[in-house]
C-alpha cells in the first residue's frame, strides 16, 4: 500500500465517492462482475487520475457487488497516482513489477469466469490478455457509464462555465491576432498563448480556417497567408482544471463582407439560435439537429451542411450525447453539449457559430456570450 497525497487539480474526494458507487450500481444492474477502467477520461471521472496508458498495465477495478475498488498499477507508475483520490477513498494499491501478471491480478478480484465492462479507451494490447485471464471477453462499458458522465453535476457544470468564460475571452481578443497578410499558422500561435494566458491548462485545438479553407470544418492551420475579403473561421478551446474543455467557433470577416456571404452567414445565425432556443428537458437530440437543419434548408443550404450540430463535452471534447439525426435520446437537465451549425462551400469559404450550452430545468444556459454574428475585422 502506497501513501498518495491529495491535488486542487480534481474535485473533493467525496465526488469521486459517488461517482465509483453509481458506476458500481450501474455495472450491477448491467448484469456485469464489474468494470475495469484503464486511464483516460473515464478514469480521470471516477478517480481524478491523469495517468497515462503504457505498455504497462493501469486498471482501476470496480467489482459490481460494490466491494472496494482496487488499482493495478506497475510499480514504476506509483506517481501516476498522486494527484487522485486513491489516497482518501481507500482505493486498495496493487502495484506490480516486471516479472508478475497484472492481468492475473485484475482477475483475482472478480469472479471466474468475470463478465466485466472495460473503457472505450483501452487499448488492445490490454484487452486481449485481460479477456484471456477473466476467461470472457469483456464488453464495453460505454452503456454503464455514459449515464453518468452525460449528465454534470454542479461543481462540473462550474468548471464547463469558466472554460466558457475563459475561451469567450480569447476570442475577444481576436483583433489583435487575425489580420491581413500574417499566415494561419502565425495567428494560430498567438491564439494557443492567448488560450494558455486566459487559464486553460493546454490548447487541445486551434483552427484558423481563412478564405477556401474554412471549407474544410476539419482544417486545422497552414502557411496561408490572410488575404482582404477572407472569411475566416476560428474554431478553439482547452481544458481547464480539473480536465473540463471549452470550444467555441466564431467566424470573421477580413474587411466588409461580400453581401452573399453575409446574407448566408445571418442564415446560419438564426439557425444556431433556433437550435438553442429548443434545448429543455424532453426534447430529442435529434430535434435539436433538425431545428437548424430544417432551417437552412428552408434558404437553401441544406447541402452546404456537412456535419452533426452537436456533441457533448466534459472531460473529453467529444462525448455523449451527440445532437444528430437519429438520436432520439431524451436531453436531461445537467446535460452539457455543443450547438454548432456551419455552412461550407468547397473551394471557396465557410462559416460555424458554436456554443457550449447545458440543459437547465425549463431551457438552457449558453456557457459562450460573444456576438454571433460576422464579425468584421479591418481588411
Known amino acids: 500500500m502506497s501513501s498518495l497525497g491529495a491535488s486542487t ?12 458507487a ?12 464489474g468494470l475495469l477502467i484503464t486511464p483516460g477520461p473515464d478514469l480521470r471521472y471516477l478517480l481524478g487520475s491523469r495517468a497515462e496508458s503504457f505498455e504497462r498495465l493501469t486498471c482501476l477495478v470496480i467489482p459490481a457487488n460494490g466491494d472496494t475498488a482496487s488499482v493495478v498499477v506497475p510499480r514504476l507508475e506509483l506517481a501516476s497516482l498522486t494527484d487522485s483520490a486513491a489516497a482518501e477513498l481507500g482505493v486498495t494499491i496493487l502495484d506490480w513489477v516486471d516479472g508478475i501478471d497484472p ?69 475577444a481578443r481576436m483583433g489583435e491576432f487575425l489580420k491581413v497578410g500574417r499566415t494561419e499558422a502565425e495567428v494560430a500561435a498567438d491564439i494557443t498563448a492567448a488560450i494558455l494566458d486566459e487559464g486553460h491548462t493546454e490548447a487541445a485545438f486551434v483552427i484558423v480556417g481563412s478564405g477556401p479553407h474554412g471549407a474544410d470544418p476539419h482544417h486545422e492551420v497552414s502557411d ?15 481544458p481547464v482544471d480539473p480536465g473540463y474543455n471549452s470550444d467555441s467557433t466564431r467566424t470573421y470577416s477580413m474587411g466588409e463582407p461580400d453581401p452573399v456571404v453575409a446574407a448566408r452567414v445571418a442564415v446560419l445565425e438564426a439557425a444556431q439560435a ?38 457533448g463535452i466534459g472531460l473529453s471534447v467529444h462525448e455523449e450525447p451527440y445532437i444528430v439525426s437519429g438520436n432520439a435520446i431524451e436531453l436531461a437537465e445537467g446535460m452539457a453539449f455543443s450547438v454548432e451549425p456551419g455552412i461550407y462551400f468547397r473551394g471557396q469559404w465557410g462559416a460555424r457559430i458554436e456554443d457550449i450550452v447545458v440543459v437547465t430545468a425549463d431551457g438552457c444556459e449558453s456557457l459562450n456570450t460573444r456576438p454571433h454574428g460576422l464579425t468584421v475585422l479591418p481588411g
Open 9 to 20: 487539480s480534481r474535485f473533493p474526494a467525496a465526488s469521486y465517492a459517488d461517482r465509483i
Open 224 to 238: 496561408r497567408v490572410i488575404e482582404s475579403g477572407d472569411v475566416v473561421v476560428i474554431d478553439i478551446g482547452g
Open 22 to 33: 453509481r458506476a458500481a450500481a450501474l455495472a450491477r444492474e448491467s448484469g456485469l462482475d
Open 103 to 171: 492481468y492475473a491480478l485484475v482477475a483475482g478480484l472478480l469472479p471466474a469466469p468475470a463478465r466485466t465492462a472495460v473503457t472505450d479507451a483501452m487499448p488492445a494490447l490490454h484487452l486481449l490478455p485481460s479477456a484471456q485471464a477473466l476467461g470472457a471477453l469483456p464488453v464495453l462499458a460505454t452503456e454503464v457509464l455514459r449515464e453518468l458522465r452525460m449528465v454534470k453535476d454542479d461543481t462540473e457544470i462550474d468548471a464547463l462555465r469558466r472554460a466558457g468564460q475563459a475561451i469567450d475571452r480569447v476570442h
Open 274 to 311: 433556433a437550435a438553442v432556443d429548443l434545448v429543455r428537458p424532453g426534447v430529442t437530440a435529434e430535434a435539436v439537429d433538425a431545428a437548424a437543419r430544417d432551417l437552412l434548408a428552408a434558404e437553401g443550404l441544406a447541402e452546404a451542411f456537412v456535419h452533426r450540430t452537436g456533441h
